[in-house]
């Protein structure tokens, strides 16, 4: 079955450390996968995606097909990054690309 | 802001009722799709409307109902409500911009069932 695992409930880094968000997926065709955050108090919003290969307030991520992952990166965090990070997987409903799997999310925490 | 407007903001209601919840997309997005999010369940996709037409469907059940009026506006029927359907109920529209759909989330409607 389609799945979106986020191994990580709570993530705690300090200020300028380097950040990794993991992400495992299973599918069985070619993923679409996203990157969606919500911000104390914000409405969760589109972070980045993996078919644009973008940077996006200094987060990456790679899709790796061989390890099914696609994890988030920051090399050096700030406060600001503090929120729940989602990924989701598209795709097995049919139709659009809006028809997500969300994974449980991981709430990241960033110290001064 | 994202531009997608849900109505209420809470519900409280006992088992066994019916609830209507209703979500406006942005103005132009033709798309609408409708997620709960519960503690042990996560974020999970129940049904995808567009420009009217049903269009994908998934962990919905068959005591809950949506549809998409004209104006593109949407509603979600919950009925014969149970202590479980207890949830955050999000709606969302979508734009496809050339490298695939957004999704833009509106703030939800907070059901709690007692």
């Known amino acids: 079955a389609q799945r979106v695992t986020q191994p990580e409930k709570l993530l705690s880094v300090f200020k300028g450390a380097p950040v990794e968000l993991k992400c495992n997926y299973s599918?069985?065709?070619?993923?679409?996968l996203f990157w969606y955050v919500q911000y104390s108090r914000q409405r969760l919003q589109l972070l980045l995606r993996?078919?644009s290969r973008e940077s996006i307030k200094g987060f990456t991520a790679d899709l790796n097909k061989g390890e099914t992952s696609f994890h988030l990166k920051k090399p050096f965090a700030q406060e600001e990054d503090s929120a729940m990070y989602y990924c989701?997987?598209?795709?097995?409903?049919?139709?659009?690309?809006?028809?997500?799997?969300f994974g449980k999310g991981t709430k990241l925490s960033v110290k001064p | 802001d994202s531009g997608v407007t849900q109505t209420p903001k809470h519900l409280i209601t006992a088992t066994g009722q019916r609830v209507t919840l209703r979500c406006s997309p942005r103005?132009?997005?033709?798309?609408v799709y409708w997620y709960q999010q519960s503690l042990d369940q996560g974020l999970q996709f129940l049904i995808q409307?567009?420009?009217?037409?049903?269009?994908a469907k998934g962990n919905i059940l068959e005591r809950f109902s949506a549809q998409q009026f004209p104006d593109l506006h949407s509603e979600l029927n919950l009925s014969s409500l149970e202590l479980g359907d207890s949830a955050l109920y999000f709606c969302?529209?979508?734009?496809?911009?050339?490298?695939?759909?957004?999704?833009?989330f509106g703030s939800g409607t907070q059901l709690s069932v007692l």
């Open positions: 969302a529209s979508s734009v496809d911009t050339g490298a695939g759909e957004k999704l833009f």
């Open positions: 103005s132009g997005d033709l798309s």
């Open positions: 989701a997987l598209s795709g097995q409903y049919g139709g659009s690309q809006g028809n997500l799997i």
């Open positions: 599918y069985s065709g070619s993923p679409e």
């Open positions: 409307y567009y420009n009217g037409e049903e269009r």
């Open positions: 993996h078919i």
